[in-house]
């Protein structure tokens, strides 16, 4: 059975695109077949007069895979917000069949798959007379997840904070990385410190700024991915 694991993160430009893509690039070098998928994107950018999923790209060409950018992501838009209001504006609001159903598709693809969320783990995907929040993804696909932590000022609260209401919404956290992370500052090594102490879940990588290799053994980071359970119907 395939495994796949939800890539979230304390909130936006925390890195959540970047260490998704050095996950996947990761497990693909060990001859792991990893694919990636995005149930909804924002500020894509417009080339040739077709959006093109950023995010999708960057993962797709840094791992390695060959399946077009538009081909992993369920809904794409152009107006750089959160993807309930890039939709109000847009048009075409997700629907979680739809997600489940490409979710469900690219299970069958690969034997390891990342699902990138958007934002940070309090986001909203569709608000009108349907309501999506990110958590609704997650639980449906029956999915546990993996936290993305910048290491600086702030990053205690912000982490204890998305654990915490991952937690209370009945997710399973198996980790957390820390992204921008540099081993001589005494701030970032105690926000690893304090992270592990008040949330009790283990640091599992610590990226530093340009790395282009996921410094984690391999064993370990399969583990993080947990068996896709059956999909809410």
Known sequence: MSRALFVTATGTDAGKTYVTALIVKRLREAGINAGYYKAALSGAEERGGSLVPGDADFVARASGMTETPESLVSYV????????????????????????????????????????????IVCPIRWDERKIMLEDIIKACGLSVIIVSPSGLGSI?????????????????????MNGYDE??????????????????????????????????????????????????
């Open 77 to 120: 838009y152009k107006n750089p917000l959160s993807p309930h209001l890039a939709a109000q504006i847009e048009g075409n609001p997700p629907e979680l069949d739809a997600i489940k159903r490409d979710f469900a598709r690219a299970l069958k693809k690969y034997d390891y798959l990342c699902v990138e969320g958007c934002g940070g």
């Open 184 to 233: 001589t500052q005494l701030m970032h090594r105690d926000n690893k410190y304090m992270i592990e102490a008040l949330t009790g879940v283990q640091v599992a990588a610590c990226v530093k700024r340009g790395d282009t290799e996921l410094d984690i053994p391999v064993e370990e980071l399969c583990g993080l991915f947990k068996e896709a359970g059956k999909i809410d119907a």
């Open 157 to 177: 609260n912000s982490a204890v904070l998305t654990v915490e209401h991952a937690r209370a919404a009945g997710i399973e956290v198996r980790g957390i990385i």
